[in-house]
């Protein structure tokens, strides 16, 4: 999709909108687009109820992003976000923008343009579609918002469209293609990013960034970013 984005669909087989009490990582890398047809225990789930409370709403600490040089034509105090690159830049001046790492809608999922953020909401609920339910009924038809929640701490609205940029209780599938559309974020980062931006933000979502622009970053990134790669894979 290209232009302003248009309204997501639910997609059944996103870990994000599954839960991730229900997902299961692709082996080698390839999407199953029917997992729940080939696992016998699925229909024998009982059915779900009509409302899952998501947990307990902890105060989530903002983590501060790194600075980096980004010498850019985008706008001072816009969002943007480089689907190739899995990231999220933040622009403070014509020089410079705060980095974020982020996971992004997969193959099939993508989209690119402008929107505004036009909402944000706290411990966002969960309502999965009726033929999710369908698929598997263990779902319930209405999750409340808290720290099991799979969209986290904090939602970012997109215009009128249901994309969004969330928090996510996966810090696993950071820097993964694996949503469809939307962008997840660390909580604590979602949290940071939510109190640096304003109703109105204009995200410039990009397939890629330009090829200078692209390898300065890269050069002032890829060192933290293993580093903090390797943190957040540890069992808390």
């Given at each position: 999709?290209?232009?302003?984005?248009?309204?997501?669909?639910?997609?059944?087989?996103?870990?994000?909108?599954?839960?991730?009490s229900?997902?299961?990582?692709?082996?080698?890398?390839?999407?199953?687009?029917?997992?729940?047809?080939?696992?016998?225990?699925?229909?024998?789930?009982?059915?779900?109820?009509?409302?899952?409370?998501?947990?307990?709403?902890?105060?989530?600490?903002?983590?501060?992003?790194?600075?980096?040089?980004?010498?850019?034509?985008?706008?001072?105090?816009?969002?943007?976000?480089?689907?190739?690159?899995?990231?999220?830049?933040?622009?403070?001046?014509?020089?410079?923008?705060?980095?974020?790492?982020?996971?992004?809608?997969?193959?099939?999922?993508?989209?690119?343009?402008?929107?505004k953020?036009?909402?944000?909401?706290d411990?966002?609920?969960?309502?999965?579609?009726?033929?999710?339910?369908?698929?598997?009924?263990?779902?319930?038809?209405?999750?409340?918002?808290?720290?099991?929640?799979?969209?986290?701490?904090?939602?970012?609205?997109?215009?009128?469209?249901?994309?969004?940029?969330?928090?996510?209780?996966?810090?696993?599938s950071?820097?993964?293609?694996?949503?469809?559309?939307?962008?997840?974020?660390?909580?604590?980062?979602?949290?940071?990013?939510?109190?640096?931006?304003?109703?109105?933000?204009?995200?410039?979502?990009?397939?890629?960034?330009?090829?200078?622009?692209e390898?300065?970053?890269?050069?002032?990134?890829?060192?933290?970013?293993?580093?903090?790669?390797?943190?957040?894979?540890?069992?808390?």
């Amino acid at each position: 999709m290209s232009g302003g984005a248009s309204a997501q669909w639910w997609d059944p087989w996103d870990e994000t909108t599954r839960g991730p009490s229900y997902y299961k990582p692709p082996r080698g890398g390839f999407f199953e687009p029917w997992p729940q047809w080939r696992d016998p225990d699925r229909a024998e789930r009982p059915p779900g109820p009509a409302f899952r409370s998501g947990g307990p709403r902890p105060d989530i600490a903002p983590v501060e992003p790194k600075r980096i040089a980004f010498p850019s034509p985008y706008a001072v105090g816009s969002v943007v976000i480089d689907h190739k690159g899995r990231q999220l830049f933040l622009v403070e001046s014509e020089t410079e923008a705060l980095h974020y790492r982020i996971s992004v809608g997969r193959e099939g999922f993508t989209w690119s343009g402008s929107e505004k953020i036009s909402k944000v909401v706290d411990w966002p609920d969960w309502r999965p579609p009726e033929e999710m339910r369908e698929r598997d009924p263990s779902l319930p038809e209405h999750m409340g918002g808290g720290i099991r929640n799979p969209l986290g701490a904090k939602a970012l609205y997109l215009g009128k469209t249901l994309y969004r940029i969330h928090g996510t209780n996966d810090p696993r599938s950071i820097g993964k293609a694996a949503s469809s559309g939307c962008f997840r974020m660390l909580n604590g980062q979602v949290v940071d990013l939510a109190s640096r931006i304003q109703i109105g933000t204009v995200v410039t979502v990009v397939n890629r960034l330009p090829h200078e622009l692209e390898r300065l970053v890269a050069d002032q990134v890829r060192p933290a970013r293993d580093g903090v790669g390797a943190r957040e894979r540890r069992p808390s």
